[in-house]
């Protein structure tokens, strides 16, 4: 019978887990051979785990589990559908009678660009602009389709599930009902053109799954001759249509193990479904794990902290391992919270791996604040999943001008600046294992003021001798300057002989000629030239199977000019601090959102609760997408009330406080300043407590 464990956090869930699968295994490998047992164990088990970190690690704890004797394939759920839509697209294609090509999944920020494009070619576009800006209409309806699709919605019903949940919302301009009608009609556009020519987005993978591949009795099959055991860990993140596959599974006979904690839900608002999901423990047999692995504040003092901040209570003071620090500016706040720490690890009182900063908006300052502070005195820090536009780069940045000074007609994406900064970086040499440019930045300017010639069809680097005294440029400069030119007028004779050349191919090449193939450069630069070559070559994938289908599509001029403005508009983000500089065992402090760090599903002695009275707290750090509880399977068709929004709130601070303080083993700061970091006066739903905390006395 199938085992569905339900427990709080750090219970043991995925403990047991573990357990179970090695059980399933040791049975199966001395059960006698039968026909219908594979011969690779490991390709008859499906492991699920909520996100991809928490898919590396359950892998490597299976893998440990088993002593490493076959490959554990472990996978996220929407990484799991996306393969099977890949693997069984033709199956899809015959039903729905479409051309037979391989199919190509778009990122999200080629599919807001693509569906942008499309949808102004409406003749009511500029209408439906006018209620909303363009870029949050475009955003907010492909959010749409994806809500759609992992919750088992067809796309045409979108329209009238938004006039019965938001038909109470009051707009100031434009008719909503023509909005909602609207936004299902763009959305069926989309879908029709995405699959006339192989596109697959997030949205569409969903609803081509659960719509057509999954009922397919072919598929069906496939599904269990492959498969014999589920262990689904974390359930309560999973999207509704993960129900109906287990389910499938289940009623052929599956195993499955699953885990379950209430006081999760961290997705829920984005695509998950874990109310829906919960249904699948009438069909197992029910654990229940309630004393926690180790030691955490939540047994002591969760049930008061939710009295606290739901007002159910008052006047409690809250344990000794809870304290508060109180400041009147953030600055102020910033700057003690890092000295609590420098002072505690350099008295070895605790490690910084022990330790952890959570908060529920991360704003640039507050992690500029706390990497400089603690980098100075010698502790590491870790952003989890810290992103910034690839843009802020210089040398994305240069490689983007060197691309419109190659190809023609891109003069007026270029900048006399741009250019003095392209040549600093470009002349970079290898000196002692270390790269220093040959150009410094006044040299550069003077260059770019007097040899730039302006063109916007083709603009041009003349020779050095155009700038009247360019002999006070110096050998080094003048010979860096001319090796940069020579480059730049190879390849322009190579565009001429060869048609076109992908900018993928000269961006590859640049970097190779002029910034060594990545050799001396830090680990962050790399990433982002990682990130900026993998964009590139999406994009003219793309470009590519577009050109397939539509022959008389837009020039290659414009394909990269519309490259060069994608970038520029910050929308491309890369991580400045990869995951190869912190290793798992790296004694770094953590430093998080509320969402992020929930996500991470670890533990620390120390938490300390950055901005502990903001309003952000009730919003769990990570926003709801428009319209997500209309599509979540519980919903009963009523109007989506501002009361309804309000209840939503407390519930998910209420999981917030209790799965925070049960990741926190020894004590919890709540940081707390009257003025947040726009000025405005903290007074959220967590200022009960920061009130009920003994304030914490500096120890000199």
């Known amino acids: ?63 440990l589990a088993v002593d490493g004797t076959y490959p554990v394939v472990c996978k996220t759920p929407v990484g799991f559908i996306t393969d099977e839509v890949m693997l069984f697209f033709p199956l899809i294609f015959e039903e729905l009678k479409l051309k037979a090509q391989f199919p190509l999944r778009l990122r999200p920020e080629t599919e807001q660009e693509l569906a942008t494009q499309l949808w102004r070619n409406q003749p009511d576009w500029q209408d439906l602009c006018a209620i909303d800006n363009e870029y949050r209409l475009v955003r907010q309806t492909l959010d749409l389709m994806q809500l759609a699709g992992a919750s088992g919605v067809p796309t045409e019903d979108i329209p ?128 229940e794990l309630s004393m926690p692995i180790n030691s955490n ?112 007609d891109l003069g007026r994406l270029v900048e006399r600046d741009s250019i003095a900064e392209m040549l600093t970086v470009f002349s970079q040499k290898t000196q002692a294992g270390k790269l220093v440019s040959q150009i410094d930045p006044v040299r550069a300017g003077l260059i770019a003021d007097y040899c730039y010639h302006v063109d916007p069809e083709s603009p041009y680097l003349s020779s050095v001798e155009t700038f009247p005294r360019w002999d006070r440029l110096g050998h080094q400069a003048t010979n860096a300057y001319q090796e940069i030119v020579q480059w730049i007028e190879a390849s322009k004779e190579r565009q001429r002989k060869q048609s076109f050349i992908t900018p993928t191919i000269l961006l590859s090449e640049a970097i190779k000629d002029f910034l060594g193939n990545g050799k001396y450069l830090t680990s962050d630069k790399i990433a982002v030239l990682r990130e900026l070559m993998e964009t590139a070559q999406h994009f003219w994938e793309v470009d590519r199977r577009l050109r397939q289908n ?59 609760w950055l901005d502990a009275s903001s309003p952000l707290w009730s919003q769990g750090g990570a926003a709801t997408l428009f319209a997500a509880p209309l599509f979540w399977k519980q919903w009963n068709g009523k109007t989506w009330m501002p009361e309804d929004e309000y209840e939503m709130d407390k519930q998910r601070l209420q999981r917030i406080l209790r799965d925070l303080l049960g990741r926190a083993e020894a004590r919890i700061f709540l940081c707390h300043s009257d ?25 000199l």
Request: with cysteine; hydrophobic share 40%; charged share 20%.
């Open 297 to 408: 504040l939540a047994v002591e003092f969760a049930d008061t902290a939710v009295d606290l901040v739901t007002e159910r209570a008052y006047l409690i003071t809250a344990p000794d391992s809870i304290q508060s620090l109180q400041t009147i500016s953030r600055a102020e706040l910033l700057r003690k919270t890092a000295e609590i720490i420098i002072q505690a690890v350099q008295k070895k009182e605790i490690e910084p791996s022990e330790i952890a900063i959570i908060a529920p908006g991360l704003d640039e300052i507050a992690r500029y604040s706390f990497i400089e502070i603690l980098s100075a005195q010698g502790i590491a820090i870790k952003p989890l999943n810290e992103q910034r536009p690839i843009i802020s780069s210089p040398l994305v940045r240069s490689l983007l001008t060197l691309l419109c000074l190659v190809y023609a």
């Open 675 to 699: 003025l947040g970091v726009n000025g405005t006066e903290q007074a959220g739903a967590l200022l009960p407590l920061v009130h009920g905390a003994s304030q914490f006395i500096k120890v």
């Open 160 to 287: 009238m599930i938004l006039h019965q949940g938001l038909s109470g919302l009051d707009l100031t301009q434009g008719d909503q009902s023509n909005l909602w009608q609207r936004m299902g009609e763009l959305l069926v556009l989309w879908r029709k053109w995405c699959l006339e020519r192989g596109l697959l987005t997030y949205g569409l993978i969903y609803e081509l799954y659960w719509r057509y591949l999954l009922p397919n009795h072919r598929y069906q099959q496939h599904l269990q001759r492959r498969y014999q055991a589920i262990f689904a860990d974390d359930l309560d993140d999973y999207p509704a249509i993960a129900r109906d596959l287990f389910e499938l599974m289940l009623d052929r006979g599956a195993s499955a193990v699953f885990t379950y904690n209430p006081d999760g839900k961290i997705r829920l608002g984005l695509n998950a479904d874990p109310d829906y999901l919960e249904g699948l423990a009438a069909r197992c047999e029910q654990v």
């Open 550 to 608: 539509e022959p008389s599509f837009q020039t290659q001029t414009t394909t990269t000019a519309q490259f060069i403005q994608l970038l520029r508009r910050g929308t491309i983000t890369a991580n400045p601090r990869p995951l190869s500089q912190f290793p798992s065992n790296s004694n770094a402090v953590t430093l998080a959102t509320i969402f992020q760090y929930r996500s991470l599903r670890s533990s620390h002695r120390w938490q300390f």
């Open 1 to 63: 019978m199938p085992l569905w464990i339900v427990g709080t956090t750090r219970t043991g869930k995925t403990s047991r887990l573990v357990a179970e699968f090695c059980n399933w295994v040791r049975k199966q490998l001395i059960k006698p051979k039968l026909k219908n047992v594979p011969e690779n164990l490991a390709s008859a088990i499906l492991v699920f785990a909520a996100n991809n970190n928490n898919r590396r690690e359950l892998n490597d704890r299976l893998v």
